[in-house]
Nanobody
Framework: QVQLVESGGGLVQAGGSLRLSCAASGRTFGAYAMAWFRQAPGEERDIVCAVNGSGDSTYCADSVKGRFTISRVYTKNTVYLQMDSLKPEDTAVYYC??????????????????WGQGTQVTVSS
């Protein structure tokens, strides 16, 4: 069982930056593929960025490519989402997700086994 705790959300003006953190419990962090999803009001939950277990492969959705970066620090059991040049349309609840034995990257919700509680990101215009 893995527990995921997100932090770093908040209110920021358009053009600003935020860094989200997701701390994972457990001793096999390196075996998990990790991802960030987001869900805006009235919308489905969509992939933002993902990284595989070994950290040598990443993915970001076209809508955030070039602005968002996913990274992971194994010694801290933490995955980060650096968000730059934020836009009002980035406003959503952001969720961290993990999949055990995640050799590959997954871009769908059903690929992931564990979820955090979510953190709100609000970008004002």
């Amino acid at each position: 069982q893995v527990q995921l705790v997100e932090s770093g959300g908040g209110l920021v003006q358009a053009g600003g930056s935020l860094r989200l953190s997701c701390a994972a419990s457990g001793r096999t962090f390196g075996a998990y593929a990790m991802a960030w999803f987001r869900q805006a009001p009235g919308e489905e939950r969509d992939i933002v960025c993902a990284v595989n277990g070994s950290g040598d492969s990443t993915y970001c959705a076209d809508s955030v490519k070039g602005r968002f970066t996913i990274s992971r620090v194994y010694t801290k059991n933490t995955v980060y989402l650096q968000m730059d040049s934020l836009k009002p349309e980035d406003t959503a609840v952001y969720y961290c997700a993990a999949r055990r034995l995640g050799i590959n990257i997954g871009t769908t919700e059903r690929y992931y086994d564990y979820w955090g509680q979510g953190t709100q990101v609000t970008v004002s215009s």
